[in-house]
């Protein structure tokens, strides 16, 4: 699999702004109250077995403080846990939620104030993915949402932190040492054979997932954490994770 750092740009297989109408099942439309969709993959770009399999890298709303999930435990399922997320691609290249709406706490399901504090901090991150839209579209990359310019140059930032090659370990790997992720997965993490290297075995069904990309959110939408996706490519399941410094 090919690996890359800090793309700053794009092509035919790595589009940014995806259509929320695009790329979420028509059955599950509530995925676009929760959801502000980054960048479209296609697998060819590191993986050509996988090409025309497209994923999705995706900044969620949630959370205001803590991990997603922290407050609706009693909405997880065996696909889901505080700070992890799965999605299925379809077929036709669509993302499936495989936990329960209510695992979001932005529904009516937890009676969700529309007019809180939580609700202003993602609508401003709601319009600085806008500000990011037209400043790509302007300068054809993703620049800072603030000041997209400095001392007369672009003031670059990276689509994708990493595509392909490993996991980073990090803040996010606390919950699988501590046996907190998904109950549908398997995850270790074991020293490996040089100083500092870490080995990961994150896999469902015996089939490995994969590291597709690392994303910075706050790049894209001035607010977020550090965007770890994973695919395991037999059942095509995608596995989101965050991380917070």
């Given at each position: 699999?090919?690996?890359?750092?800090?793309?700053?740009?794009?092509?035919?297989?790595?589009?940014?702004?995806?259509?929320?109408?695009?790329?979420?099942?028509?059955?599950?439309?509530?995925?676009?109250n929760?959801?502000?969709?980054?960048?479209?993959?296609?697998?060819?770009?590191?993986?050509?077995?996988?090409?025309?399999?497209?994923?999705?890298?995706?900044?969620?709303?949630?959370?205001?403080?803590?991990?997603?999930?922290?407050?609706?435990t009693?909405?997880?399922?065996?696909?889901?846990?505080?700070?992890?997320?799965?999605?299925r691609?379809?077929?036709?290249?669509?993302?499936?939620?495989?936990?329960?709406?209510?695992?979001?706490?932005?529904?009516?399901?937890?009676?969700?104030?529309?007019?809180?504090?939580?609700?202003?901090?993602?609508?401003?991150?709601?319009?600085?993915?806008?500000?990011s839209?037209?400043?790509?579209a302007?300068?054809?990359?993703?620049?800072?949402?603030r000041?997209?310019?400095?001392?007369?140059?672009?003031?670059?930032?990276?689509?994708?932190?990493?595509?392909?090659?490993?996991?980073?370990?990090?803040?996010?790997?606390?919950?699988?040492?501590?046996?907190?992720?998904?109950?549908?997965?398997?995850?270790?993490?074991?020293?490996?054979?040089?100083?500092?290297?870490?080995?990961?075995?994150?896999?469902?069904?015996?089939?490995?997932?994969?590291?597709?990309?690392?994303?910075?959110?706050?790049?894209?939408?001035?607010?977020?954490?550090?965007?770890?996706?994973?695919?395991?490519?037999?059942?095509?399941?995608?596995?989101?994770?965050?991380?917070?410094?």
């Amino acid at each position: 699999m090919q690996s890359r750092e800090e793309i700053q740009e794009l092509n035919d297989h790595l589009q940014a702004f995806p259509k929320a109408e695009d790329i979420f099942v028509k059955e599950q439309p509530w995925l676009k109250n929760h959801f502000l969709p980054l960048m479209s993959i296609d697998l060819a770009e590191i993986n050509p077995d996988w090409a025309g399999q497209k994923v999705y890298m995706l900044a969620p709303f949630e959370p205001y403080e803590g991990y997603i999930g922290d407050n609706t435990t009693e909405y997880h399922n065996e696909y889901t846990a505080p700070n992890w997320l799965a999605f299925r691609l379809t077929d036709d290249n669509k993302f499936e939620f495989l936990g329960k709406e209510g695992y979001f706490e932005r529904t009516a399901i937890h009676d969700w104030d529309f007019d809180s504090e939580e609700e202003e901090a993602i609508q401003e991150m709601a319009d600085n993915y806008e500000k990011s839209k037209a400043n790509v579209a302007k300068y054809g990359t993703l620049v800072n949402v603030r000041y997209p310019e400095y001392k007369g140059e672009l003031n670059k930032r990276s689509f994708l932190e990493i595509l392909g090659g490993e996991p980073q370990y990090g803040n996010w790997c606390s919950t699988i040492e501590d046996e907190e992720y998904p109950k549908a997965f398997k995850m270790n993490i074991e020293d490996g054979e040089e100083d500092d290297e870490v080995v990961f075995d994150i896999s469902y069904k015996g089939n490995p997932f994969y590291l597709i990309s690392e994303a910075t959110a706050f790049h894209w939408v001035g607010a977020g954490g550090y965007i770890i996706m994973l695919y395991e490519p037999v059942s095509r399941i995608v596995l989101f994770t965050f991380d917070y410094s």
